[in-house]
């Protein structure tokens, strides 16, 4: 049973990887709109104070995919957690288009690196967890289906977590995300453990979504390259305390593609941004 289970998940991942490719309509922007007004953040450490944001000051519109590149550790995760109001800022403010940011809240998701499913419960039941927690389950159960189909793992609601590829936890956890229907989706590092070919297809299948469900994406990811495929914007860090060292517009259709030359430029500027001057 499991082995089947196996095999159908590699034909599902390959069926994906193939689908994703194919154009989405828009629906257009529902997200929410975001502004970061001079915050700057710290932490104390064993009795140090380490500043980790300094002055960041953005506002992003409603339905922008904005992907925040930075050295290791200038503070980019520390910034989503305040973003999803996990913890407040030391000075300065944010604020959404539904007015500041006071705690977490379902319209607001964060996605991590690490799927982290509960390997008891099958795919649907992790999915529906959070429907669950708030007593909304009942009346949304079509809608926990709707997401399975929307990442293609409709095949796989009664499989367990350990019975799932790489590609396919995170796609799990992106459906549990997107089950509660967000405005404003956070995404830190979700595809940094995932090898290169179900990363590819990964990025795809997260501009896919993010166009079908018209909401507005924040993407830390330590990839030049995936930043500049993926989001409407790049917003580039300098080493901690994080400041904005350049907020780069990337206007492109999508699919993009790599080697198109105005990306290339794009990321040799990144690259030098970021104190690199060889090209890799
Ligand atoms: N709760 C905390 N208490 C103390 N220090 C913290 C805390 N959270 C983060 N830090 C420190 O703040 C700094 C920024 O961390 P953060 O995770 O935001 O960086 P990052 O840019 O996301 O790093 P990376 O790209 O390596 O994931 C790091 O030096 C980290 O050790």
Redesign the pocket.
Request: glycine share 14%.
């Given at each position: 049973m499991v082995d089947t289970v196996l095999e159908d998940a590699t034909i599902i991942d390959a069926v994906a990887r193939r689908t994703n490719t194919a154009p989405v309509e828009s629906v257009g922007p529902k997200g929410l709109a975001l502004t970061v007004r001079d915050v700057s953040h710290g932490?104390?450490?064993r009795g140090e104070n380490?500043r980790?944001l300094d002055h960041v000051d953005f506002t992003v519109e409603a339905g922008e995919f904005i992907a925040l590149l930075?050295?290791?550790?200038?503070?980019?995760?520390?910034?989503l957690?305040l973003v999803a109001g996990l913890e407040q800022p030391l000075t300065g403010s944010i604020e959404t288009g539904k007015g500041p940011i006071l705690g977490p809240d379902p319209s607001r998701i964060l996605v991590f690196q690490d799927p982290t499913l509960f390997p008891w419960r099958k795919v649907y039941d992790n999915i529906a967890l959070g429907l669950e927690a708030r007593g909304l389950l009942r009346q949304n159960r079509e809608r926990v289906t709707d997401v399975l189909r929307l990442v293609g793992l409709q095949n796989f609601a009664n499989a367990y977590p350990h019975q799932l590829s790489g590609g396919m936890a995170q796609r799990v956890s992106l459906a549990r995300a997107l089950v509660n229907d967000p405005s404003l989706l956070l995404l830190?590092?979700p595809l940094g453990k995932l090898d290169a070919l179900t990363r590819l297809s990964m990025q795809g299948e997260i501009v896919r979504l993010w166009r079908q469900a018209g909401f507005t994406a924040l993407l830390?990811t330590?990839d030049i390259e995936e930043a500049l495929l993926m989001a409407t914007r790049v917003i580039v860090?300098s080493d901690?305390p994080?400041r904005i060292k350049a907020d780069i517009r990337v206007d492109k259709p999508y699919p993009r593609h790599r080697d198109d030359p105005e990306l290339v430029a794009r990321r040799h500027e990144i690259l030098g941004l970021l104190g690199y001057e060889a090209d890799w």
């Open positions: 932490f104390t450490l380490l980790v930075g050295p290791s550790g200038c503070g980019k995760s520390t910034l957690r830190d590092e830390v330590h860090f901690r994080a």
